[in-house]
């Protein structure tokens, strides 16, 4: 070691130790958040979304970087991460998988502690969640979930935040879940109950949101209300939800799976049952399978709103977790 670099390392008092920062805040999921906070981000949101189409410079985030670390494919939350972080005066680095050690046997503590050396905030898409758990352990910088398992906080939070955009607010918002009570579906029972919407999902028996996010939906206002009939969770309903029968890793189940959710589809049979209805799908979606082509191509869908949200909701989370000015 030379003199110069001994020197940097111990004596200025302008350097941080990051083994000395205080642990970071992480967003593993929508829960993480407080309401006060969760209506933060919305107004940032807002805010950013408001600028971003007006072309008016919004660079609150100048020189962060973000790691993108993905074990599964994506389009939409890849790219309105990175230009997300572009928008915002930063940069992001793609980790696709089989791109970093992971994938040869370091493990993930150890990348972990690694990446927060470089970087400002670690954004993971994983099989497992434990997987999260582990990062969040062991980083020194904000991990946000970009897809587990288990949850998908950053697609609830462009979720609520388009049906505040088409409905003025939450109250009295009756929303359906149509399907599988996995990842998009936990995340929104959680979120749906810190906004105050009323929700019934209707999924497959044996496809129940889990007993822990149903309580922790509870914890946060109010659990939802869970059948096995899709038509009775959609009758008059505002919003009808719903998300792919075969989730990412699950293709072994496809065969299965589709017989499980026959009856489920977002058609319009079931629709007749709430004619004013908006439709939501978190994307991709697989027409002819959760929902028909002529649903998700009709003026009833929002979602390309709803994938648009993602962007401006996900830099408004970035910068309320750095903390931008
Ligand atoms: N909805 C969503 O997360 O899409 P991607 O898989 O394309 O990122
Ligand atoms: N449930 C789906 C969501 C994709 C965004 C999956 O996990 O593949």
């Not at 074990?71 to 572009?86: D, I, L, Q």
Request: glycine share 8%; proline share 5%.
């Amino acid at each position: 070691m030379n003199e110069y670099a001994s020197e940097t390392a111990t004596d200025s008092t302008d350097s941080t130790d990051p083994n000395d920062e205080p642990p970071a805040s992480h967003f593993l999921d929508v829960d993480n958040l407080s309401d006060d906070e969760l209506a933060e981000v919305f107004s940032t949101a807002g805010e950013l979304k408001v600028a971003h189409r007006a072309g008016k410079p919004h660079a609150v985030l100048p020189n962060r970087t973000l790691a993108m670390l993905f074990e599964k494919p994506s389009t939409r939350t890849r790219v309105s991460f990175e230009t997300g972080m572009t928008q915002l005066g930063g940069h992001a680095v793609y980790l696709g998988p089989d791109t970093t050690h992971l994938d040869h046997g370091e493990p993930v503590a150890d990348t972990a502690r690694a990446l927060s050396r470089y970087v400002d905030a670690v954004m993971a898409r994983v099989f497992d969640h434990d997987a999260l758990e582990s990062m969040a352990a062991h980083a020194s910088v904000p991990v946000v979930n970009g897809l587990s398992d288990d949850a998908h906080p950053c697609q609830t939070l462009a979720d609520l935040f388009t049906i505040y955009e088409q409905f003025g607010g939450f109250e009295d918002v009756e929303v359906a879940w149509v399907g599988d009570g996995n990842n998009v579906a936990q995340s929104f029972a959680v979120g749906a109950a810190m906004a105050g919407l009323d929700l019934t999902m209707a999924t497959p028996e044996g496809y129940e949101p889990d007993d822990d996010v149903l309580a922790r939906a509870d914890e946060r206002g109010c659990a939802p209300e869970v059948v096995h009939d899709p038509e009775a969770a959609v009758e008059g309903a505002d919003v009808v939800y719903t998300d792919v029968w075969v989730s990412m890793g699950e293709e072994e189940e496809r065969e299965a799976k589709l017989g499980d959710f026959e009856g489920f589809q977002v058609n319009d049979d079931l629709l007749a049952g709430a004619p004013e209805a908006t439709v939501m799908h978190c994307l991709p979606a697989h027409r002819g399978e959760e929902i028909t082509a002529d649903v998700l191509e009709s003026d009833r869908t929002v979602v390309w709103e709803q994938a648009e949200n993602r962007m401006h909701t996900q830099k408004a989370l970035l910068a309320h977790l750095l903390g931008a000015e």
